[in-house]
T-cell receptor, first 115, second 112 residues
Framework: DADVTQTPRNRITKTGKRIMLECSQT?????MYWYRQDPGLGLRLIYY???????NKGEISDGYSVSRQAQAKFSLSLESAIPNQTALYFC??????????????FGPGTRLTVL | GQQLNQSPQSMFIQEGEDVSMNCTSS?????WLWYKQDPGEGPVLLIA?????ELTSNGRLTAQFGITRKDSFLNISASIPSDVGIYFC????????????FGKGTLLTVNP
């Protein structure tokens, strides 16, 4: 079984709809992240959480919200989806290594299309 | 903010050839990571580099952490068709600054 899972893998929705993307992990990591990927723009951080009580905005958080329901679960919501939120969304997890740096492990992604 | 320049943007090579790609930064990082993304999948970590000057191998892959801490390169030797994908570099300051800064990726195509 995959260490980081995302549901759904694909979603098509309409402008104005509320959408939730879910991420679960079995790695036992405390840190979780949400990224979006657009062609030619690489990966950009939306939100991150270092533990259940800690939620932080990333570089492109406008139009998104998150919920950390448990150590293993981190959900991303689009309150009112708009077409320019069409993208690939990735969840990632990490655990500090050597107390200084940590490496991130990615889920398989959710392809979201907003019509 | 920090920016990573990854080059080349794309490569089209013949099976068996060696490949080299690199990332440069306007500022220093304390960790360099190299990921590969297959179509329809998430990035998978290939190599992590934690020390300036470090040279690390993973099978046919070799990566180096530049001595200035502002660059890194990835080499793939004797390429095979399954090497096809997008390769991303990422830099991290570490400590209280968890954030990964990603390059825009190198698209590798291997012609059998």
């Amino acid at each position: 079984d995959a260490d980081v899972t995302q549901t759904p893998r694909n979603r098509i929705t309409k402008t104005g709809k509320r959408i939730m993307l879910e991420c679960s992990q079995t790695k036992g990591h405390d840190r979780m992240y949400w990224y979006r990927q657009d062609p030619g723009l690489g990966l950009r951080l939306i939100y991150y959480s270092f533990d259940v009580k800690d939620i932080n905005k990333g570089e492109i958080s406008d139009g998104y919200s998150v919920s950390r329901q448990a150590q293993a679960k981190f959900s991303l919501s689009l309150e009112s989806a708009i077409p320019n939120q069409t993208a690939l969304y990735f969840c990632a997890t990490s655990d500090p290594y050597r107390g200084w740096t940590d490496t991130q492990y990615f889920g398989p992604g959710t392809r979201l299309t907003v019509l | 903010g920090q920016q990573l320049n990854q080059s080349p943007q794309s490569m089209f090579i013949q099976e068996g050839e060696d490949v080299s790609m690199n990332c440069t930064s306007s500022s220093i990082f304390n960790t360099w990571l190299w990921y590969k993304q297959d179509p329809g999948e998430g990035p998978v970590l290939l190599i992590a580099l934690y020390k300036a000057g470090e040279l690390t191998s993973n099978g046919r892959l070799t990566a180096q952490f530049g001595i200035t801490r502002k660059d890194s390169f990835l080499n793939i030797s004797a390429s095979i068709p399954s090497d096809v994908g997008i390769y991303f570099c990422a830099g991290q300051l570490g400590g209280s600054n968890y954030k990964l800064t990603f390059g825009k990726g190198t698209l590798l195509t291997v012609n059998p």
